[in-house]
């Protein structure tokens, strides 16, 4: 079948699949994020205090739970709330009136470690980066392969004609998603460094009103 040249004006459409959002953290809250973090570590009775791992899908080699006192210091559900109210407003035109984190914790991810397709309770989730390291490393087979090193990769639905069932991510200081808690997820494991890839991740509940919708 030859196919004719067209002016055809289209409009691409996406009536199906969820949304997600991206946007930035403060500098304010990476830096306290990240001392609070550099604390931890260098507190063997915190870092056995919080210690998030044995409740959490990944395989890495720590996740630290942020305590409820911290959270408030650095005003961290009035910035989640921000923008989750944003999104509703304008996603699905809906006015928020209730926001409650569940559990917020920060992922600490070495080389070979990895997180497994999983999701997350509530109705909302989200991740942000503190720390990426500047090499990842190459892929085994071939430079001109794609890599996928670190990187988050989102899973809606299965493969069909246009229509991508996965999203990849790819992570920057300072960037943050937010991503519905039913989204499946998973972060590839990384090689050739010793550098750290620092996560923040959280569940949320909204009011009935909005988390029904």
């Known amino acids: 079948m030859v196919l004719r040249k067209s002016r055809m004006a289209i409009e691409i459409l996406k009536p199906f699949g969820p949304s997600i959002v991206k946007t930035k953290l403060p500098e304010n809250i990476i830096n306290e994020m990240n001392i609070y973090v550099d604390q931890v570590i260098n507190d063997e009775k915190k870092k056995e205090e919080l210690d998030y791992g044995k409740r959490l899908a990944g395989n890495v080699k720590q996740e630290i739970y942020l305590e ?50 999983h999701f997350h309770s509530g109705h909302v989730s ?38 991508n069932p996965t999203h990849t ?34 569940n949320a509940k909204l009011d009935n009103e909005s988390g029904s919708i």
Not at 82 to 107: H, N, P, Q, Y
Not at 150 to 158: A, H, P, R, T, Y
């Open 126 to 163: 989200g991740v942000g980066y503190l720390k990426v390291p500047k090499n990842m490393g190459e892929t085994v087979q071939s430079k001109k392969k794609h890599n996928l090193n670190g990187k988050l990769v989102l899973i809606d639905g299965s493969k069909k004609l246009f229509c």
């Open 68 to 117: 409820i006192n911290f959270m408030k210091k650095i005003k961290w559900a009035e910035f989640l709330a921000t923008v989750c109210a944003e999104w509703l407003a304008k996603d699905r035109e809906i006015k928020m009136k209730g926001f409650e984190i569940i559990k917020s914790w920060i992922v600490r991810q070495f080389k070979n470690d990895y997180n497994p397709i």
């Open 169 to 202: 991510i790819t992570p920057e200081v300072g960037d943050f998603y937010l991503f519905p808690n039913y989204l499946m997820h998973a972060v590839y494991p990384f090689a050739e460094t010793d550098e750290e890839r620092r996560s923040v991740s959280f």
